[in-house]
């Protein structure tokens, strides 16, 4: 199994990012998807999980403004984060949730 995690990069508050998780080996639409993030100093927290009929979960602080998606096609899970803060700043994981499988992280920093 591999996730190859993308699309972070330098934004200004306010703005957005989309991150692109692409899986092999596993298919995303059969398996609980989750982005987790982890900011410097801090412990890694779960963002968003897209569960396999469709359901999502967010954490309270992105509520709003991320939005967790699936292409079964492209075998691919998204996270469109927009309005974003400062202090969403940090390494961005996909994860098969219970499993052992884990992105590389790909890293969002929101400064001016």
């Known amino acids: 199994v591999q996730l190859q995690a993308s699309g972070g990069g330098l934004v200004e508050p306010g703005g957005s990012l989309r991150l692109s998780c692409a899986a092999s080996g596993m298919i995303v639409s059969a398996n609980n998807m989750g982005w987790y993030r982890q900011a410097p100093g801090k412990q890694r927290e779960v963002v968003a999980v897209l569960g396999t009929g469709g359901t999502t979960n967010y954490a309270d602080s992105v509520k709003g403004r991320f939005t967790i998606t699936r292409d079964n096609a492209k075998n691919t899970v998204y996270l469109q984060m927009n309005s974003l803060k400062p202090e969403d700043t940090a390494v961005y994981f996909c994860?098969?949730?219970?499993?052992?499988?884990w992105g590389q992280g790909t890293l969002v920093t929101v400064s001016s």
């Open positions: 994860h098969v949730v219970t499993s052992a499988y």
